[in-house]
């Protein structure tokens, strides 16, 4: 629903806001202020969205904890909004599993899957959903010769829906679960949804397919402007797919100077970051396939990359063990400036999780999403598009690291670099966006189809301009940042001048 302003949308914007203000009301106690919020968001004694203001106003608590990083809890549970609010209000705050909550009062307990006849059905002489139907699970309505399903027999194979001329029939399934790529989305006792954490990966794309707004991740919205006021240096890195989420009249320029105005020591672009990641999966590529690894797949979506690992742990070595653009672009600033604090901006909700990591968690300490950073600017009321231009905006990546955020466009860099530096060297690629088309591919990888190759697997459909933290319709995103990217004075990665730098970074 990315692009198309709705309801949760709205609700999710409000919530990022009052979490931001309340961040920086520095004179009143948050444990007061967090018991407001709700009411401030949902004023009146009628609720906007389910017309139960008391629900709405419990759902909006939930949301407001997972915004400060705290855990959800079930309706069960009695607390005040607050409960062990402090924990959240300490110099360093990291994400803590699970990050993708379901407030289960705020689902609405939707079927898994099922076959509905609907109106459209025209009563056909012919019938042929009864003929196909392997359980005779339809039946006639002799009253207007219209087809009815004993949801009983029925075993959801679709034949039905296949065969329908009008097609008045129709599949219908639970959209978080269809969204999830690992299967990891079933029912618990009460038919709400249920995360599978074993097999969960972070990607977000059920957050953003819930039509109820009943999936939400955690925040560190409260803890980057804690540290910002406390006088840290702090640092934005933000990801390629920036380029048109915060509005058409915002440029890059724009976006800089909006930043530095919220306290923001200086601002850089993750696709420097891209363009090291690049570089240095090409040189792993040409030394280690065929001869050591029969494939090798890129490392930079995380989700991907933990699929990969938890699906097929016998290849898991070969995943590019290349660190990922947010890692080598905070392993950079932190180089230049030793006191930092860096802040990655992006579309991805699993990125938060990775910043989790122990061989990241020096490097980045923090991670906001997209959504997240407009709800700042709201809070203290900055208009990025009146801005004027920073003059310094402009960074040295490279065309092809800036297109890191479009699906294909990793294994294309690499690509490049390879035929610059290596000319006679054969490359052969593949790629694949939702992961369920990169269980697919790896499947194939597994069974020999792609030895010799590059594979490339992006989580979300589209790429990092799809990630579940985005606001721009997926199409206008791949335009935004194509056009951005021909901008750069370098085409290929590995001619920018912060690769001179690789072997630093990754020692």
């Given at each position: 629903?990315?692009g198309?302003?709705?309801?949760?949308?709205?609700?999710?914007?409000?919530?990022f806001?009052e979490?931001?203000k309340?961040?920086?009301?520095?004179?009143s106690?948050?444990?007061?202020?967090?018991?407001?919020?709700?009411?401030?968001v949902?004023?009146?004694?009628?609720?906007?969205?389910?017309?139960?203001?008391?629900?709405?106003?419990?759902?909006?608590?939930?949301r407001?904890?997972?915004?400060?990083?705290?855990?959800?809890?079930s309706?069960?549970?009695?607390?005040?909004?607050?409960?062990n609010?402090?924990?959240?209000d300490?110099?360093?705050?990291?994400?803590?599993?699970?990050?993708?909550?379901?407030?289960k009062?705020?689902?609405n307990?939707?079927?898994?899957?099922r076959?509905?006849?609907?109106?459209?059905?025209?009563?056909?002489?012919?019938?042929?959903?009864?003929?196909?139907?392997?359980k005779?699970?339809?039946?006639l309505?002799?009253?207007?010769g219209?087809s009815?399903?004993?949801?009983?027999?029925?075993?959801?194979?679709g034949?039905?829906?296949?065969?329908?001329?009008?097609?008045?029939?129709?599949i219908q399934e639970r959209p978080c679960?269809?969204?999830?790529?690992?299967?990891?989305?079933?029912?618990?006792?009460?038919?709400k949804?249920?995360?599978?954490?074993?097999k969960?990966v972070?990607?977000?794309?059920?957050?953003v397919?819930?039509p109820?707004?009943?999936?939400?991740?955690?925040?560190?919205?409260?803890?980057v402007?804690?540290?910002?006021?406390?006088?840290e240096r702090v640092?934005a890195?933000?990801?390629?797919?920036?380029v048109?989420?915060?509005?058409?009249?915002?440029?890059?320029g724009?976006?800089?100077?909006?930043m530095?105005?919220?306290?923001?020591?200086?601002?850089?672009?993750v696709?420097?970051?891209?363009?090291?990641?690049?570089?240095?999966?090409?040189?792993?590529?040409?030394?280690?396939?065929?001869?050591?690894?029969p494939?090798?797949?890129?490392?930079?979506?995380?989700a991907w990359?933990v699929?990969a690992?938890?699906?097929?742990?016998?290849?898991?070595?070969?995943?590019?063990?290349?660190l990922?653009?947010?890692?080598?672009?905070?392993?950079?600033i932190k180089?230049?400036?030793?006191?930092?604090k860096?802040?990655?901006?992006?579309?991805?909700?699993?990125k938060?999780?990775?910043?989790?990591?122990?061989?990241?968690?020096?490097?980045?300490?923090?991670?906001l999403?997209?959504?997240?950073?407009?709800?700042?600017?709201?809070?203290?009321?900055?208009?990025?598009?009146?801005?004027?231009?920073?003059?310094?905006?402009?960074?040295?990546?490279?065309?092809?690291?800036r297109?890191?955020?479009?699906?294909?466009?990793?294994?294309?860099?690499?690509?490049?670099?390879?035929?610059?530096?290596?000319?006679d060297r054969e490359?052969?690629?593949?790629?694949?966006?939702?992961?369920k088309?990169?269980?697919?591919?790896?499947?194939?990888?597994?069974?020999g189809?792609y030895?010799?190759?590059?594979?490339?697997?992006?989580?979300?459909?589209?790429?990092c301009v799809a990630g579940?933290g985005?606001?721009?319709?997926?199409?206008?995103?791949?335009?935004a940042?194509n056009?951005y990217?021909?901008?750069?004075?370098?085409?290929?990665?590995?001619?920018t001048?912060?690769?001179?730098e690789?072997?630093?970074?990754?020692?």
């Open positions: 629903m990315r198309v302003e709705t309801r949760i949308q709205e609700i999710r914007h409000a919530i806001t979490v931001a309340m961040a920086y009301d520095v004179d106690p948050v444990e007061k202020t967090i018991e407001e919020i709700p009411y401030r949902i004023p009146g004694e009628v609720g906007n969205f389910r017309n139960d203001v008391f629900l709405e106003r419990a759902i909006v608590g939930e407001l904890r997972l915004a400060m990083g705290l855990p959800c809890r309706a069960a549970e009695h607390a005040p909004i607050s409960d609010i402090k924990l959240a300490q110099a360093e705050t990291y994400y803590t599993p699970p990050l993708i909550n379901v407030i009062f705020a689902c307990a939707c079927h898994e899957k076959v509905l006849i609907t109106e459209g059905c025209q009563g056909c002489l012919a019938h042929p959903c009864v003929e196909v139907c392997p005779k699970a339809i039946t309505d002799r009253t207007n219209r009815y399903i004993d949801q009983d027999k029925c075993v959801k194979c034949q039905c829906a296949k065969v329908c001329g009008y097609q008045a029939i129709i679960a269809r969204a999830c790529g690992m299967d990891a989305i079933g029912s618990d006792e009460n038919g949804a249920d995360i599978d954490y074993e969960c972070s990607c977000g794309q059920c957050l397919n819930c109820f707004g009943a999936i939400s991740d955690k925040s560190q919205i409260f803890q402007i804690r540290a910002i006021q406390s006088g640092y890195a933000l990801a390629p797919a920036f048109g989420q915060f509005g058409p009249k915002v440029t890059p724009k976006l800089r100077a909006a530095k105005k919220l306290g923001f020591a200086d601002v850089f672009e696709a420097i970051g891209a363009d090291l990641c690049a570089a240095q999966e090409a040189e792993d590529f040409v030394n280690e396939v065929p001869e050591k690894l494939f090798m797949a890129t490392s930079c979506c995380p990359s699929m690992k938890k699906l097929f742990p016998d290849y898991a070595n070969c995943i590019s063990m290349a990922t653009p947010m890692t080598l672009t905070a392993r950079l180089k230049h400036n030793p006191n930092a860096v802040v990655f901006v992006g579309p991805c909700a699993a938060k999780l990775e910043a989790m990591r122990r061989s990241v968690r020096s490097e980045v300490d923090f991670v999403t997209f959504e997240e950073m407009s709800g700042i600017f709201d809070a203290r009321r900055v208009d990025v598009s009146a801005l004027e231009e920073d003059p310094d905006g402009v960074s040295d990546a490279s065309v092809d690291g297109n890191f955020a479009v699906s294909g466009g990793v294994a294309k860099s690499v690509e490049n670099v390879i035929r610059e530096k290596y000319p490359i052969k690629m593949a790629n694949a966006e939702g992961l088309e990169c269980r697919k591919l790896l499947t194939m990888a597994k069974a189809k030895n010799g190759y590059l594979l490339e697997g992006m989580a979300c459909p589209g790429g579940a985005t606001m721009q319709s997926i199409k206008k995103s791949q335009a940042v056009k990217a021909a901008q750069a004075k370098h085409k290929i990665s590995s001619q001048e912060y690769v001179k690789l072997d630093k970074l990754v020692d």
